[in-house]
């Protein structure tokens, strides 16, 4: 009997499934990331609805005011930029508001559910640590919804682009233009670097949904959003100041104007937004989020080892 099991342990067959599960080790942090992505579809569904919606209307656009495309103007170029930049601008601003809804309402839910339906006690009987599965969920708003979300801005962009010059070239006008008005390789530079310097800028605040999500017994919606409103309005009741209100309003809408810079190009004052990294680095703002950040991420995982089930 032990001559036949060395046999069989030492034949080729043997010997080559060892060195397979060698060279191909198991890889949780892969596997969890898949695992995200294949229980929350709306990462990867919603920028594509949206994207949809986009260009239905576009097109309708079209349709109804294509006019506009060839009409003879004598404004110039920068002015001729705008007018042709806003749908351009509207889906890229669409496109990103949905990953940054996605990512809340993922942050919030991910953890928060997995024990409402005690499926985390399935999970934690593999082979995979409360940190690497905190990692595998921090990654989805910070770098999959980004990346997803460039890539369907750019896939859409160029798709309204082709469809403009293919109406102009219909109604037999020169797209030179239109093209000249459209500098799309900017336009994805700046909306790449848009996205990068936003992921860095809401690290804390989805640091903060994984913490409420890993802690809250039920409505973590509510437990994110009430206790700071809650100490906002305590401190302009009793200290007449807004120094928290600001704070929040910094950290929500205090991604893009810490990143860019803005120049009055165009009479009647209309920015022109210029990337700005230096600025951005430098914001004390980022360095002070990105600590709370880690804090409140460093907060859910030890959470989670200890919580089980709602």
Known sequence: MSMQTNAVAGSPSAAQSTVQTATNPTRPFNWSVRRELWEHRAVRYAPLAVSGLILFGFVMGLAHSSYKLWQPTNRSLEKQMLEHMIPYGISAVALIATSIIVGVFYCLGTLHNERRDRSILFWKSMPVSDLTALLAKILIPLVILPLIAFVVIVATQLVMFLLATAVLLANGHAPGTYWAALPLPQIWM????????????????????????????????????????????????????????????????????????????????????????????TNPGLWIGMVLGAAFFVAAVWMRRRRESV
């Open 190 to 281: 700046e909306v790449f670097y848009g996205l990068l310097t936003l992921s860095f800028w809401y690290w804390p605040v989805y640091g903060w949904l994984l913490l409420v999500s890993s802690w809250a017994k039920r409505a973590p919606f509510l437990w994110a959003v009430l206790p700071p409103l809650g100490l906002a309005l305590i401190e302009k009741l009793a200290f007449d100041t807004s120094y928290v209100s600001e704070v929040l309003k910094s950290r929500l809408l205090g991604s893009f104007p810490a990143a860019f810079v803005y120049h009055e190009h165009l009479k009647g004052g209309f920015p022109f937004p210029q990337m700005n990294p230096l600025g951005f680095v």
